[in-house]
């Protein structure tokens, strides 16, 4: 709790300390979800927002995912090493068709190597009293996934890369919306998964992945400023994909609960749940075998009604099961 307790003040002293004013764009949810090497090759999507775009009102989004993995765990037969950077930057766009459809795509490309922030973040760790978990024992700047069973290796990347991930079609449906002084919506989404990444570099998993959800939020208009609910709850199914095929599970629900208060019209201060079933089976490692639940802290910038930027860090709550720390950028614009 101290940890993201002081992450969540640098967050937002940063926040406040940006001096430009303009219009606010609305409160919405952090558009990002686990950033793990053997996570986000599949199809989990970001919940999102609940409220479809107007017919013809287009949206583009580039997101910049920022994660830096420490693991380096036994268990039984299983020996996993997850040690290195990535550098996740999503093109996304939606459109509005009619009055209560959209469409939208994403396309991601990762870059992963040895990155720059172990000396900072090992730093960070001491100065607020953080256990290192082996940090500081490992080469610094190291570039290593690797995961043994037995005395096979069941994947082995230690040579920097960068390519197209897999990319995503999305859409979604107005189910209800309802404005006013408590502003309430529920959107159907569907986003489908299609094998475009190298899984071999672990910027794909190999597998169509299709998933389906229901967003929601609820707002109040106070003297203080709007306040907003959000979240959504749905299911990830995922056909044979190329890493460890014989213990991927086909099947995943996740789900996603957070608030944002807007106390400045140029500003809106966010904190986020996202969580999600374990991806695979039979293993005794937490990285692999457990559920997981992260927390992202930040806010939204807005420059205007319609361009804004999301600043937040991500942080695991379930230890081990998403990445030790993630900045995330993410900046919008609306046509």
């Given amino acids: ?38 996570v986000q090759i599949f199809g989990l999507p970001a919940v999102g927002d609940s409220r479809i775009l107007r017919d013809g009102v287009r949206e583009a989004a580039l997101v910049l995912d920022v994660a830096n993995h420490f693991v380096d765990g036994s268990a039984g037969n299983e020996h996993l090493v997850l040690d290195g950077e990535t550098y996740r930057l999503n093109l996304a766009g939606r ?9 939208g795509f994403e396309v991601p490309w990762l870059f992963q190597n ?8 090992e730093s960070y760790h001491r100065t607020f009293g953080f256990s290192q978990r ?13 995961y043994e069973r037995g005395a096979a290796d069941t994947f082995f990347v230690d040579r920097s890369n960068s390519g197209i991930g897999d990319v995503r079609l999305t859409g979604g449906i107005q189910l209800y919306e309802c404005p006013g002084g408590s502003p309430r919506a529920l959107a159907l989404r569907a986003s ?7 899984s071999g570099d672990l910027r794909g998993s190999g597998s169509t992945d299709l998933a389906l959800w229901l967003a929601a939020s609820q707002g109040w208009k106070t003297g203080i400023g709007p306040w907003e609910l959000f979240g959504g709850a749905g299911l990830l199914g995922m056909t044979d994909g190329d890493v460890l095929t014989e213990q991927q599970r086909n099947l995943v629900a996740f789900g996603s609960a957070g608030a944002g208060w807007r106390p400045l019209h140029w500003l809106t201060l966010k904190v986020q749940f996202d969580g999600h079933t374990s991806f695979y089976r039979d293993s005794d ?5 457990s559920d997981s639940v992260q927390a992202v802290m930040g806010g939204t910038l807005h420059f205007s009604e319609r361009t804004s930027l999301d600043i937040g860090v991500a942080e695991d709550v379930i230890i081990k099961t998403s990445p030790d720390v993630v900045f995330h950028f993410a900046l919008r614009h609306r046509f």
Avoid: W
């Avoid at 459109?95 to 469409?103: A, D, L, N, Y």
């Avoid at 489908?192 to 190298?198: I, R």
């Avoid at 490692?285 to 075998?289: D, K, S």
């Fill in 285 to 289: 490692l937490a990285e692999l075998g």
């Fill in 114 to 121: 040895g990155g720059f922030l172990d000396g900072f973040i």
């Fill in 1 to 38: 709790m101290n940890r993201a307790a002081v992450t969540l003040l640098a967050s937002l002293t940063c926040l406040l300390c940006y001096p430009q004013a303009g219009a606010s764009s609305g409160i919405t949810p952090f558009h990002t979800s686990n950033r793990s090497p053997v």
């Fill in 95 to 103: 459109m509005g068709v009619g009055s209560r459809f959209e469409i």
């Fill in 134 to 146: 082996g940090r500081d024992e490992a080469p610094t700047g190291r570039y290593l996934y690797r």
């Fill in 192 to 198: 489908l998964k299609l094998p475009t990444g190298d």
